[in-house]
């Protein structure tokens, strides 16, 4: 199947998936399974993300015997440490946990029983432990995709997507060799959120200008934290991009929503650090005044 995708779309795709991953992350005890539904669907019926991951199959899980083993042991099964094998058995998983569990916390709870202390605290540690690094392949097979158009937002790159699931699956980017190996670095991620913060000067919003600064120095307390692990400086890094994105159209209801996950999202990072941070500082500062550019 020949498929064409140009900047802009890849961009939309790349934030609504965000926006869809965020609602996951965000999951109370007592709900969360049509969270994960969504979550998969939205995968599964985006040709681009869909071909990433049925590509990186390469080995097929005996999820039941998996889950039974963790549940009997009290004891959560090790990821895979091989992006490959990693990706494979992440999506397995949790498209059997769609099919075959009507809460997502017993879910998280029959996978591995040793996740958390309560209920809440087991389905944020299995979301950060398991989602979140399977989230973050394809959102940098995404960012991938962008670098490799530069700066010409009209481009239009054709895939081809062949093959069947479980089977060898290729993408072909006609316009020039994608690497997808490896996670991008911080330095590619902050530039990212510096050229998104960039495009946000140049918009007429009125509330652009503050949420510019604000977005600016809530990115360079991120960098210089020394107390935030480079995995959560890259999450927090990530909702500021999200927050760039959402300011340029503010007052829109679906980009409130995606800038009331993000906030949620670096407020959580927050928790999770000591008191004494710089931080949690300047957050406590920053926060309420980029929420209340937003209107919520």
């Not at 990433?52 to 039941?64: A, G, N």
């Not at 060799?177 to 996670?183: A, E, S």
């Not at 999770?272 to 980029?290: D, G, R, S, V, Y």
């Amino acid at each position: 199947m020949d498929y064409q995708i140009t900047k802009s779309e890849i961009k939309k795709l790349s934030l609504e998936f965000r926006g869809v991953v965020n609602r996951l992350f965000h999951v109370k005890y007592d709900s969360g399974i049509n969270d994960l539904k969504r979550f998969l669907t939205f995968i599964e019926r985006n040709p681009i993300i869909y071909d990433f991951i049925v590509t990186h199959q390469v080995k097929d899980y005996d999820i039941p015997s998996i889950i039974r083993y963790s549940s009997s042991v009290c004891d959560r099964y090790e990821i895979p440490e091989d992006k490959l094998e990693e990706i494979s058995f992440t999506y397995q998983l949790l498209k059997y946990g769609a099919e075959n569990f009507e809460a997502y916390m017993l879910f998280t709870v029959e996978f591995g029983g040793a996740y958390g202390k309560s209920f809440q605290q087991q389905i944020d540690t299995f979301n950060k432990v398991v989602v979140f690094p399977f989230y973050r392949h394809i959102e940098t097979h995404l960012s991938i995709l962008l670098i490799d158009f530069g700066d010409e937002e009209q481009k239009t790159i054709n895939v081809h997507v062949y093959g069947d699931y479980m089977e060898d699956r290729s993408v072909n980017i006609q316009s020039g060799d994608i690497n997808n190996q490896g996670l991008l670095n911080l330095g590619t991620i902050n530039g990212a959120v510096t050229q998104t913060i960039n495009q946000l000067k140049e918009t007429s919003v009125p509330e652009s200008a503050q949420l510019v600064d604000l977005l600016t120095q809530l990115q360079a307390v991120i960098e210089t934290e020394p107390a935030l692990p480079l995995d959560e400086k890259e999450s927090a890094l990530e909702q500021v991009k999200l927050l760039a994105e959402a300011g340029q159209s503010p007052k829109e209801g679906a980009m409130q929503k995606v800038a009331k996950g993000a906030v949620r999202m670096l407020k959580g990072i927050r928790e999770e650090l000591p008191t004494a941070t710089k931080f949690l500082e300047e957050t406590n500062k920053l926060l309420p005044l980029i929420t209340k550019l937003f209107g919520f």
